[in-house]
């Protein structure tokens, strides 16, 4: 049997083409594709040739309840690895981002960060 790759994400944002844009800043990542949502709405996919996160924006945002890790289900938070930990948290500060929960422990450092819609990102690296 292959070993299994995670290809994709796929989240709920508000404004996808902004988060597309923040993503592609912070991580040098490009847009891979983006249109009409086969559930309505739009989708953008952004990332690198072999792994993306999907943003999909219905055609009407809900409102349902508020982001809770607790509840199984609920996204906890999308990690990207990066070489240079302090130069992307330098991006993320300039991005008007806010940095937190850094951690120094195995197996490699790593900061935390929320977007505009909530999801939170950790940002980690190994070397």
């Known amino acids: 049997m292959q070993t299994g790759l995670l290809e994709h ?5 508000a404004k996808p083409q902004d988060t597309a844009d923040l993503l592609c800043q912070l991580f ?24 993306y996160v999907a943003l999909y924006c219905p055609a009407a945002l809900g409102s349902g309840r508020p982001r809770d890790v607790a509840v199984p289900g609920h996204l906890n938070h999308i990690a990207v690895v ?13 991005a008007g981002l806010e940095p937190g929960n850094h951690g120094d422990y195995e197996p490699g450092r790593r900061f935390y960060f929320f977007d505009d819609n909530g999801i939170e990102f950790e940002v980690v690296s190994y070397t």
């Open 9 to 13: 994400v796929n989240v709920t944002v």
């Open 28 to 51: 040098d990542w490009h847009i891979r594709w983006n249109g009409p949502s086969a559930l309505g709405g739009t989708t953008f996919h952004v990332g690198t040739e072999t792994q």
């Open 82 to 94: 990066v070489d240079d930990l302090d130069a992307a948290e330098e991006r993320v500060r300039k």
